[in-house]
């Protein structure tokens, strides 16, 4: 009867209790990209940042990470929809079996993944073998290090991203209103195009997203497959680790961050 | 519940069909790897690791004898990163959604956005900060950058199914707050918080970005050296080395996805 | 339209659900089927309307059969209990929805052609106006409360003007006091309307209040069916007897054989002797609370309990033979706990619920 605490004091408590979130927080994320945007935007006539964003290896290699996450997203998405749809409203035999399968990639981290394309696809890959022991013909040796090998890679590690973030958005979407739809007299293609898709936007956007920055992030892949094609992660570390040039990896770290943290902004207008 | 989906025969089995292939595909690679490292060495020629290894033994003792330091450094950090992301993370989030307070919201957003930032991104700009610091130390905190999106998640989501009025109940029956959360919260809260352990370690023990670039010849993670195997050995060791990584994150995996966790759709930083 | 439910069964893999069910539904009627949870009457409506298939029986509209028809061909309107209002359309939309979708109506008799644009809007229109919605038009679904979901729900069903309207549960998602006021306006709405209808409900004042023939309905089976007063009535089962309204069932032993089995004998029981039907193997005699009053020449009882409930007093009596009975008594007359009294039954010949085997 005693505890009339006043609304503040419980406040007060979940201040306290995030208290060490919010110091990892400022002094792990904040404080880090704050210095990053502050160098860039310190250095007189903004050198760095002018000279990633000339024509060159650093504007190409902002430039391809756009262009290649934007296509594995929308590859992966585009791909991802009917499997999601099937592991979440279809019950059949195997399916949760299935569901493992597709989301074991999960735990590969890029290199792996990079290693993985190798393997089926490098200079001695399982595919070419394969298809040279089948035709007599040697066909895609080392289709890996292209550039579609990398988004073959790409695709690999969003795929389970892309199917298991709409799974979940799919499980949600309420039964009945399918079976309202039908009861209404609405044909698949109808329920589909009138209920199904604009119930599904939302986590469409959402997905596209989180594949699109897993995209821009990626490192591993690119580290082991990357011939002529280079991403933005991958020049950071060029720049840091080969040449020491701080101030051009800087701006380029920057730029990334901020590009990924746009679109990302960009597609989750108008969620809630 | 149980009711037919109205899609029609032909429709539905071309989805599974799509379903089947798409794991298939996922899988070959997996499986080709798997072959790799428990057939015969000798098959694949001339290797970098000379003729002494040769039989499956041979090649997880050769994996385990060159890669044992940063297999231990790997388990040191996951022994840290998982305590300390469910130390900073579980207490927020209950927080976030019991005791609200000026700015918690904006809070819980900002604790998700480094998501979105490239991981090698921030490793350099972590770097850039506090390049002094120990690098264990960094190592530590790249890797709670990633992970505690995932803790607020999923204990956040925990905290919004179970009756408010449990903890009042508790209260009501005496407890005081200490008490309540030992008693109520804490336990009922249980499988949230075996479910971000999990997910805290696979995300962990798989993170490349930061943990490459802030290596150095002593501090090494398995994942790190990982990518030097892929670099310098022939395909037996390479598989085998694959092989090793991935024997503690299947199971979890497994356990992640028994316990319903979708916060780990986002999986490891690529 | 007039529908057959013809030896219709149903099982979610081996358990049955609905076990070979028969029953007509009267023509431009309400039929209302009630039934404890789990007794099938959900799926029932779904088997009406296509949503399932029957494993066993046939389904006729009009005496056509549509067992296999799927849903979207049949010429029906459903309210679902959690209404199932599409969230991303505003309350006009949802109404409209069924207007546009280009329905290949099964029954040819009813088959129209998609309405121009004008004579859309009045259709929804007509619709909205007849469940008092023209204000809501522009909302959308999460922005109503939960009666004006409801009203949206039934207008979006009707406005394709459906041969039979399946609603299950339709209240269930009210508050109490909601829910009694719309009951009667959705029974007046719906014998507005004239259409065939199909009422899942478990609710049994809804279900007096709405049916013009009720089905009771227990594990999957139909237990009994007619009109309701007479269900009321003459129950044929306990189950029926005890499932609409509250009911005393006092034991009648098996009757000694009379001159002949076909002459009724004189039985007597605690509440009395009453001529019962002759060759019967016992049951027992239903007594509904308001037919037992004080009687200076009845049966001696102590009060127990009661209770003033407003319209009557709930008063518990135990029988000086060991049997309890409840009773209603008007207020005025109501006997204190304690008191000793004479009960009669008001009913010269009340029902007789023989024993089944």
């Known amino acids: ?272 | 519940m149980r009711a037919a989906t109205g899609f029609p025969g032909g429709l539905r089995r071309a989805g599974i069909a799509a379903t089947v292939v798409l794991a298939l595909a996922l899988l070959t690679p997996i499986v080709v790897t798997a072959t790799g490292a428990f057939s015969r060495a000798e098959w694949y020629g001339q290797r970098s690791e000379g003729a002494g290894v040769e039989t499956v033994p041979d090649l997880f003792r050769y994996v385990t004898g060159i890669w044992g330091g940063a297999l231990l450094r790997s388990v040191q950090v996951v022994a840290v990163v998982v305590p300390l992301a469910l130390a900073i993370g579980a207490p927020a989030a209950w927080a976030f959604r019991r005791r609200p307070f000026p700015g918690s919201r904006l809070l819980e957003s900002a604790a998700l956005v480094p998501l979105s930032v490239p991981g090698v991104a921030l490793g350099f700009s972590l770097i850039q900060v506090a390049g002094g610091a120990p690098r264990f130390a960094l190592l530590v905190a790249g890797h709670l950058v990633y992970t505690l999106p995932m803790v607020v998640k999923t204990v956040a989501n925990a905290v919004e199914t179970f009756d408010p009025r449990l903890e009042s109940a508790a209260r009501s029956l005496g407890a005081g707050e200490w008490e309540t959360a030992a008693r109520v919260t804490v336990p009922l809260l249980t499988p949230a918080l075996v479910l971000s352990a999990l997910l805290v370690f696979a995300v962990s023990w798989g993170e490349f970005n930061v943990s490459f670039l802030l290596a150095t010849p002593l501090l090494q993670t398995f994942p790190a050296a990982l990518y030097l195997t892929y670099t310098t050995n022939s395909f037996p060791v390479a598989a085998a080395a694959t092989l090793v990584f991935l024997a503690p994150v299947v199971p979890a995996l497994l356990a992640i996805q028994a316990l319903g966790g979708e916060e780990f759709h986002r999986g490891l930083p690529a | 339209m007039k529908v057959h439910v013809e030896d219709v069964s149903f099982a979610y893999g081996r358990e049955p659900v609905v076990s070979s069910v028969s029953m007509e539904l009267p023509e431009g009627g309400i039929t209302v089927v009630i039934g404890p949870s789990g007794s099938g009457k959900s799926t029932l409506l779904q088997l009406l309307c296509g949503l399932l298939h029957p494993l066993q029986g046939q389904i006729l509209f009009d005496g056509e059969d549509v067992t296999g028809v799927p849903t979207e061909r049949r010429d029906v309107g459903v309210v679902f209990q959690s209404y199932a209002l599409f969230p991303h359309l505003t309350v006009r939309e949802n109404i409209a929805f069924g207007l546009q979708t280009g329905r290949r109506r099964f029954s040819l008799r009813s088959s129209r052609r998609r309405p121009t644009r004008r004579h859309l809007e009045e259709r929804v229109w007509d619709a909205a106006a007849l469940l008092s919605l023209e204000r809501l038009l522009d909302r959308k679904p999460s922005q109503l409360s939960g009666g004006e979901q409801q009203r949206v729900a039934l207008a979006r069903a009707v406005a394709p003007r459906p041969s039979l309207l399946l609603l299950d549960e339709p209240l269930s998602a009210l508050d109490a006091r909601l829910r009694r006021t719309v009951r009667a306006e959705l029974a007046a709405l719906l014998r507005k309307l004239g259409t065939t209808t199909f009422y899942v409900t478990h609710d049994q004042e809804e279900a007096m209040l709405l049916a013009d023939h009720l089905v009771v309905l227990d594990q999957g089976r139909v237990v009994q069916a007619g009109d309701p007063l007479d269900l009321y009535r003459r129950p044929q089962t306990p189950f029926v007897a005890s499932f609409l309204g509250e009911a005393n069932l006092v034991e009648v032993e098996a009757l000694p054989s009379g001159p002949s089995p076909v002459v009724p004998v004189r039985s007597h029981t605690p509440l009395g002797s009453f001529v019962l039907p002759g060759a019967c193997q016992g049951g027992w005699l239903l007594v509904r609370p308001e037919d037992l009053t004080e009687d200076p020449c009845g049966t001696m009882a102590t009060v127990l309990d009661s209770r003033g409930m407003g319209p009557h007093d709930r008063v518990i009596l135990l029988l000086d033979t060991g049997t309890e009975v409840l009773a209603h008594f008007s207020s005025e007359t109501a006997p204190a706990p304690g008191t000793k009294v004479r009960i009669g039954v008001r009913t010269r010949r009340p029902h007789f619920v023989a024993h089944r085997d």
């Open chain 1, 1 to 272: 009867m005693t505890d009339r605490r006043p609304p503040t004091g419980s406040s007060l408590t979940g201040a306290l209790l995030s208290l060490p979130l919010v110091l990892f927080l400022a002094a792990a994320v904040a404080w880090p990209l704050a210095s990053l945007a502050g160098h860039a935007l310190s250095d007189p006539g903004w050198r760095a940042v002018r000279q990633v964003l000339a024509a060159g290896r650093y504007r190409t290699a902002l430039v391809n990470s756009l262009g290649l996450s934007a296509a594995a997203a929308l590859g992966s998405v585009l791909l991802a929809v009917a499997p999601a749809w099937v592991l979440a409203r279809e019950r059949f035999p195997g399916r949760n079996a299935l569901r493992t399968a597709i989301s074991l990639p999960l735990t590969f981290s890029g290199v792996l993944v990079g290693f993985l394309m190798v393997v089926l696809l490098g200079r001695i890959g399982a595919i070419p073998e394969a298809l040279a022991y089948l035709t007599g013909r040697r066909m895609f040796e080392g289709a890996a290090y292209t550039v579609a090998g990398l988004f073959l890679a790409y695709l690999y590690f969003e795929l389970p991203r892309a199917v298991m973030t709409l799974e979940s958005a799919f499980r949600r979407f309420p039964r009945e209103l399918d079976s309202a739809a039908r009861a209404l007299g609405a044909g698949p293609l109808q329920r589909l195009l009138k209920v199904g898709l604009p119930l599904a936007a939302p986590a469409l956007r959402s997905t596209l997203a989180v594949t699109f920055s897993a995209s821009m992030g990626s490192f591993g892949v690119a580290l082991i497959l990357s011939r002529r094609f280079t991403v933005a992660p991958l020049e950071i570390y060029t720049e840091m680790t080969g040449f020491l040039n701080d101030e051009v990896a800087g701006a380029l770290a920057l730029m990334l961050a901020l590009s990924t943290l746009a679109v990302d902004r960009l597609l989750s207008v108008g969620k809630r």
